[in-house]
């Protein structure tokens, strides 16, 4: 799924908002590389994310079997 720049700052600024009201400790946000090189690098989203909280933010990169 890709997002447009406007979608992406949209997305965050939920996530964001949603710690906020919420009081939340932690934000778990997954990353999906699909590569070596995309598993090194933390998409837009996320990336915003851990930039604009103000709480811990856990990456995840596990997979589903």
């Known amino acids: 799924m890709d997002f447009s720049?406007?979608?992406a700052q949209a997305l965050v600024l939920a996530i964001i908002e949603?710690?906020?009201e919420?009081?939340?400790d932690?934000?778990?946000i997954g990353k999906h590389g699909q590569s070596v090189?995309?598993?090194c690098l933390p998409g837009s989203?996320?990336?915003r994310v851990l930039a604009?909280?103000?709480?811990?933010v856990l990456v995840s990169t596990a997979?589903?079997?």
């Not at 604009?52 to 811990?56: K, L, Q």
């Open 45 to 47: 989203v996320t990336t």
């Open 52 to 56: 604009e909280s103000v709480g811990d």
């Open 37 to 39: 090189v995309e598993d």
């Open 18 to 20: 949603q710690e906020q």
């Open 63 to 65: 997979r589903a079997a």
């Open 22 to 24: 919420s009081d939340g």
């Open 5 to 7: 720049p406007s979608s």
């Open 26 to 28: 932690l934000i778990v």
